[in-house]
Structures are given as C-alpha cells and as structure tokens.
C-alpha cells in the first residue's frame, strides 16, 4: 500500500496536493485494488462466494482443485490470505458451494455434496473444525443451485432445485436439531434454476428462480406461515431470467437481478403491487453471467457485480444512483475473465468482489474499491456513543455536535434490518432485550452526514 501511495505521489504530484484541500475530489484517487495477492489459493477455484465478517475481515468459500475439489474457506487477516480451518475440509467433492454467517458470527457453508449422492450438506467452523450441521446429505435427493440464508432468529435455511421433486423449488431450515421442509417440497410451478434465499425485513423467506412453468422468466415465491405464495405475478419479467440473484432495499423492496434473455443485466423491484424496472432494462452493454446483488450499508443504492461478456468476460460492477446505472470505477476491472463473481460489502461501504480469476490460472481474486489515499484525511472520530456497549437490554446512542433529525437503523451482520426508528434528539435509547445475542450494526442517517458503529447484544442469561 505504501509503495502505491509513493508512486502516486512521484507519478502525480499535483493529485496529493488536490486531496489535502478536497476530500477525495478526484476519480483518479479511487481505483480497484486487489485484496492481498490475486490468484491466491493453492489452485483453481470455483464456486466463489464472498462474505464480510463482523469485524471486517473476508471470507471466500470455494470448491478447491489443489484439494480434490473439495470446500475451502479462506480469509484476509490484513496481510495475507489464510485457511480457516483445515483445507479441502468436506469429505469429498463439494459442488455449488454458498458462504453465510449466523447472527452469532459463526461462519457455515452450504454445498452440493458429493459424499451424499449430490445431496445438501452445511456445515459451520466452531473455531476449531468444521462440523457437520445436523445430518449430512439432509435433502431427500440431489440438490442443485443451494443457497443459504438466516431468518431473524439465526435459523440457518437453505433454497435449493429438488432433483427428486421433478427439479422444483424446494426450502428446508436446521431447527437445532432436525432439518425440517418449510411448506411443501418441489412448491414452485416448474424446474427452478438459479434459485436464490433472502429474508424480508419482517422475517419472511423469500425465494427468486428462473422459472420454466412460466417461459423461464423470474418468479419470487415467499412463505407466509403456511404456504409458498407468488410475489405478484409469477413470470414477470418479460423476458427470460438467467442467474437470478436475490436482496432486499433498506426500505424492504424485494429485488431481483438477473441476465435479460440477451439484452443484458436487468434489476426489478416490487412495489407492493408490481415489480417494476429498477432504471433501464437491459442496462450493461451486452449479456452477463454470475450476477451478485446486494445493497450498500452506507448509501443504500443497489449494486450488481456480474461476468461481463461485453467486456471479454471480465468483472464489471455497476450501481443504480437513483436515475441510472452507472460504472463503480471502470467496466471489466480484472485483467481477465472472471467466473462466479461474488459481491460483498463492508461497514464502512466498500464494495468486494471475488472470482476464479483467468488472469491467475483460475484461482481465487478477490479485490475492492477504495481510495488509493486510505488514512488521508480520513475521519478520525466518529459523531456517535454508545453506551453501555455490551449491553443485554438498553443501549443510549449519544449524537455529538448533532441536533439533526435523523433516520435510525439497526442491521444484524449480514444486513438484515432489525430495529428501525426517526430521533431527533442528541440522545435517544433503544431496546435490544428482544435482538439474539450477537454482533450488530448501527447506521445514523441525515442530509449532513452518514455515521456508523457497531454494538454486541449479550444474552441475559449465562
């Protein structure tokens, strides 16, 4: 890093001098960077998935080829990129592979599990090994496209097209002791690809898959306690609906992204009544693949990072500013083609994404996009207290040099919402009692500035 920062400085010096009297007023003090070496692992690697750590660090998972395609996980740890665990900890070839972490910060895995006749396996790091979450292999028969989510509570679920229910849709949760089948097995019309979990804002699991009951268009399926009921009409988009990728808006939109028939990447939302075109449809400038969506913690915009065929099949990731669509640095940032692109943010807003990277004989990459000039002029302090910090029950939330109104959110770690509120004082208390313990995010929202923090929520028994 010191090295970039240097050659900055004797390459442009004009640039430093600019940023001392203008916070990051420049594109050129942006760029994308790799996070520690590019190409990392020990050899190929597929089934990229991406995620953030509560105290910031990233985790890629991965079906690892210098382990007999077996999973792996690995970390940043601020210097260099480092097993969690043993390598290749699976039993055997893992296929489709999906990283989540609960409420309580434990990191799982979900993966089709070639020990168990291609069948759904999780597994989670107890800070020693890797264990098996209930049985492994739980699905009735082979399960493709899992994915893995965690309701409110940190009941660990997972979406996955059921082999043995004519490759419909099918959804089971880990309820401490036993997986269980949420509403029926194989609910959804026809053959789910590409199906995708998230959780609402109330708690709800949705699930997004292209759909071949309905022309392979999309379809947004959610359980309402009972059943799996459609999310306005199924089949809405108007045009078949490749690598379908779920989240939620700060607000509580469900929205999907996926790759329009030819025309490229498309993001829709519902409104409560439709879905609707979030921006132009069709937006990158030809066909996409590996689409990740998700929604910045800080400005609350949407991002998808996707394979961008136009561009030689690089990485490219593209941001909707409330008008259009537009580039986070430049389109087809990695040097070559990039499979299985996986988005993530930091706390602090920084977009992540991983990918088996060609440029580095298809091993793991992962890099951001932050300011070549991090730790100049950055903020020191934040304008915000919180105290007492563990807390089991209350927690004040002190504002200083702020008499603003502002919005208020509590968000868990993997950016569920859990107490949203308007304060208008400097100091406002909030309940936790009711929050899991755990790890949780605090975002203070106003026309003056965005202030974060983080809270542990303790159990009130020991």
């Given at each position: 890093?010191?090295?970039?920062?240097?050659?900055?400085?004797?390459?442009?010096?004009?640039?430093?001098?600019?940023?001392?009297?203008?916070?990051?007023?420049?594109?050129?003090?942006?760029?994308?960077?790799?996070?520690?070496n590019?190409?990392?692992?020990?050899?190929?690697?597929?089934?990229?998935?991406?995620?953030?750590?509560?105290?910031?660090?990233?985790?890629?998972?991965?079906?690892d080829?210098?382990?007999?395609?077996?999973?792996?996980?690995?970390?940043?740890?601020?210097?260099?990129?480092?097993?969690?665990?043993?390598?290749g900890?699976?039993?055997?070839?893992?296929?489709?592979?999906d990283?989540?972490f609960?409420?309580?910060?434990?990191?799982?895995?979900?993966?089709?599990?070639?020990?168990?006749?291609y069948?759904?396996?999780?597994?989670?790091?107890?800070?020693n090994?890797?264990?098996v979450?209930?049985?492994?292999?739980?699905?009735?028969?082979?399960?493709?496209?899992?994915?893995?989510?965690?309701?409110?509570?940190?009941?660990?679920?997972v979406?996955?097209?059921?082999?043995?229910?004519?490759?419909?849709?099918?959804?089971m949760?880990?309820?401490?002791?036993?997986?269980?089948?949420?509403?029926?097995?194989?609910?959804?019309?026809?053959?789910?690809?590409?199906?995708n979990?998230?959780?609402?804002l109330?708690?709800?699991?949705?699930?997004?898959?292209?759909?071949?009951?309905n022309?392979?268009?999309?379809?947004?399926?959610k359980f309402?306690?009972?059943?799996?009921?459609?999310?306005?009409?199924?089949?809405?988009?108007?045009?078949s609906?490749?690598?379908?990728?779920?989240?939620?808006s700060?607000?509580?939109?469900?929205?999907?992204?996926?790759?329009?028939?030819?025309?490229?990447?498309?993001?829709?939302?519902?409104?409560?009544?439709?879905?609707?075109?979030?921006?132009?449809?069709?937006?990158?400038?030809?066909?996409?693949?590996?689409?990740s969506?998700?929604?910045?913690?800080?400005?609350?915009?949407?991002?998808?990072?996707?394979?961008?065929?136009?561009?030689?099949?690089?990485?490219?990731?593209?941001?909707?500013?409330?008008?259009?669509?537009?580039?986070?640095?430049?389109?087809?940032?990695?040097v070559?083609?990039?499979?299985?692109?996986?988005l993530?943010?930091?706390?602090?807003?920084?977009?992540?994404?991983?990918?088996?990277?060609?440029?580095?004989?298809?091993?793991?990459?992962?890099?951001?996009?932050?300011s070549?000039?991090?730790?100049v002029?950055?903020?020191?302090?934040?304008?915000?207290?919180?105290?007492?910090?563990?807390?089991?029950?209350?927690?004040?939330?002190?504002?200083?040099?702020?008499?603003?109104?502002?919005?208020?959110?509590?968000?868990?770690?993997?950016?569920q919402?859990?107490?949203?509120?308007?304060?208008?004082?400097?100091?406002?208390?909030?309940?936790?009692s009711?929050?899991?313990?755990g790890?949780?995010?605090?975002?203070?929202?106003?026309?003056?500035?965005?202030?974060?923090?983080?809270?542990?929520?303790?159990?009130?028994?020991?």
């Amino acid at each position: 890093m010191k090295r970039l920062f240097y050659l900055f400085m004797f390459l442009f010096p004009g640039i430093l001098s600019a940023q001392q009297n203008s916070f990051k007023s420049s594109p050129l003090d942006y760029m994308w960077m790799n996070v520690g070496n590019a190409g990392f692992s020990m050899g190929e690697a597929k089934f990229t998935s991406l995620a953030i750590s509560p105290s910031g660090e990233p985790y890629i998972a991965f079906q690892d080829w210098a382990n007999s395609k077996k999973a792996s996980v690995m970390k940043f740890d601020g210097n260099t990129w480092v097993n969690v665990g043993n390598a290749g900890f699976s039993s055997d070839v893992a296929w489709c592979l999906d990283l989540a972490f609960s409420p309580n910060g434990q990191v799982y895995v979900s993966f089709e599990d070639r020990a168990n006749s291609y069948k759904t396996t999780v597994m989670k790091f107890d800070g020693n090994n890797w264990v098996v979450v209930g049985t492994g292999g739980f699905s009735a028969g082979e399960a493709n496209y899992t994915t893995l989510a965690f309701s409110l509570t940190g009941q660990p679920y997972v979406a996955y097209q059921d082999s043995v229910n004519f490759k419909k849709a099918t959804v089971m949760k880990f309820d401490g002791t036993n997986w269980m089948k949420v509403g029926s097995a194989g609910f959804s019309s026809g053959e789910a690809d590409y199906t995708n979990i998230a959780f609402s804002l109330a708690g709800q699991p949705y699930v997004a898959y292209q759909d071949w009951g309905n022309s392979q268009k999309a379809t947004v399926m959610k359980f309402d306690g009972t059943n799996w009921v459609n999310v306005g009409p199924a089949g809405f988009s108007g045009n078949s609906a490749g690598y379908t990728s779920l989240a939620f808006s700060a607000s509580g939109e469900p929205c999907v992204a996926f790759s329009y028939g030819n025309y490229g990447v498309t993001v829709m939302k519902f409104d409560g009544t439709n879905w609707t075109n979030v921006g132009n449809a069709g937006f990158s400038e030809g066909n996409a693949s590996f689409i990740s969506l998700a929604f910045n913690p800080v400005d609350g915009l949407p991002y998808v990072a996707y394979k961008d065929i136009y561009n030689f099949g690089k990485a490219t990731l593209s941001k909707f500013d409330g008008n259009n669509w537009a580039y986070v640095g430049i389109n087809g940032f990695s040097v070559f083609d990039a499979d299985y692109t996986s988005l993530a943010f930091n706390l602090s807003g920084h977009p992540f994404i991983a990918y088996e990277d060609y440029a580095n004989s298809q091993e793991a990459t992962v890099m951001k996009y932050d300011s070549v000039f991090v730790g100049v002029n950055e903020p020191k302090e934040s304008r915000l207290l919180f105290y007492p910090n563990p807390s089991t029950d209350q927690i004040t939330i002190e504002t200083i040099n702020s008499s603003t109104q502002s919005h208020l959110s509590v968000t868990n770690f993997i950016g569920q919402p859990c107490i949203t509120s308007q304060i208008t004082g400097s100091k406002t208390q909030i309940d936790i009692s009711n929050l899991p313990s755990g790890i949780y995010f605090i975002r203070l929202t106003n026309e003056k500035a965005v202030e974060l923090g983080k809270i542990i929520k303790l159990s009130r028994y020991p």
